[in-house]
């Protein structure tokens, strides 16, 4: 749990830090890349970045994503690996008005935020 807080303090303070009015460029995907992050196409659905330090396997994940088209930041993604996800956590953020299956794709339930 502490890891999960850590995560989503540091992916807030470095979205504002890089999407803010002063931040010239904005927010990319590249940008993150450059700052150590692993950042991965996902079909149609845009490119998603992991923080460094963050691994497939752990028990939660927070990530970033971009939209597909325009490469614009849209939102983030949190992973909750299938055996630590007790199935009564609310997602009414992610336009599925919940969390998504992706278990048998990658071990995982996800919810997204825009």
Not at 42 to 64: E, F, Y
Not at 76 to 89: I, M, P, Q, W, Y
């Amino acid at each position: 749990m502490r890891k999960l807080i850590s995560s989503m303090l540091v992916t807030g303070l470095l979205v504002a830090a890089l999407a803010g009015p002063a931040a010239g460029r904005g927010l990319t995907a590249e940008r993150l890349t450059e700052a150590g992050w692993y950042c991965f196409p996902v079909n149609t659905l845009g490119v998603h970045c992991m923080p460094p330090g963050t691994a497939w396997g752990d028990r939660h994940i927070q990530l970033l994503y971009f939209d597909h088209e325009t490469r614009v930041y849209a939102g983030t993604e949190s992973l909750v690996r299938a055996d630590a996800f007790k199935g009564n956590r609310q997602c009414r953020t992610d336009p599925s008005g919940g969390w998504l299956d992706l278990v048998a794709a990658i071990g995982y339930y996800a919810c997204h935020r825009n």
